[in-house]
């Protein structure tokens, strides 16, 4: 079976996206109507000058009027279910109650277990197994609502992903992080990418948090970065 591959494609990004966030920041700043703030908007370079002024503040509410979309295709289950636990995001997804498989079942093979080539040959016999079983159950007349029962995290699955701007950069931050599962990373590189193409300026925020906040503050560091250090007398005084 052939290795699917991911495919993020950007879809839906307004056109006048700085111009949107200017509006929105002039706003809380000047006694002029919003409509009229727009209409006489200045140069975009004014205008990003602005943006990030008041980005740096952590205004955020500002990027949040600006919606993105993007279809997304071969990443796994597993994957997926790390996705949609960004709370501000709306998904439609390849459902597996409803959507009858044929043939073999397409899935995604881990970074590290296809680097190992007796290692993925197991993986690869351990899915065309599911595959049969799978098919098994349809061929007898088993709803695919109960023969999806068996297919296991590395299942493929695709589907049409909704965010705004603050949440993908929030996105960007957390799960870019090197410390993240590979497969994700990949995944919100993919987006970060399309979205860099079309608007440029946006890359310094769409990093890992350790480059915006100049240092690590997870648990454990993969040493890019050095620790914060602590200011609480009561935790360094249990070392």
Known sequence: MPRQKLSVELISIPDNLIKTIYTACKTCYSAKLPYENYLNAPSDEKMLSLIEK???????????????????????????????????????????RYVKEKGEIDYIVPERIEKNPVLSKKFDDFMNSVS????????????????RSILPNAAASSLVASLNLRELIHLANLRLCTRAQGEIRALVGAM????????????????????????????????????????????????
Request: proline share 4%.
């Open 54 to 96: 008041v980005i740096s503040s952590g205004h955020y509410s500002t990027i949040e009027h600006i919606q993105l979309t993007f279809t997304i295709q071969n990443v796994s289950r597993a994957c997926t279910h790390q996705l949609v636990r960004h709370r501000h995001m709306s998904f439609s997804q390849k459902s597996q």
């Open 132 to 147: 049969s079983l799978y098919q098994d159950f349809i061929d007898e007349g088993i709803a695919p609502e109960d023969a």
């Open 192 to 239: 970060v990418y399309e979205v860099v193409k079309k608007e440029p300026w946006l890359k310094p925020y769409l990093v890992p948090k350790c480059e915006r906040l100049g240092y690590c503050d997870e648990d454990k560091s993969c040493g890019r970065m050095n620790k914060k250090a602590s200011t609480d007398n009561s935790l360094a005084a249990k070392d």
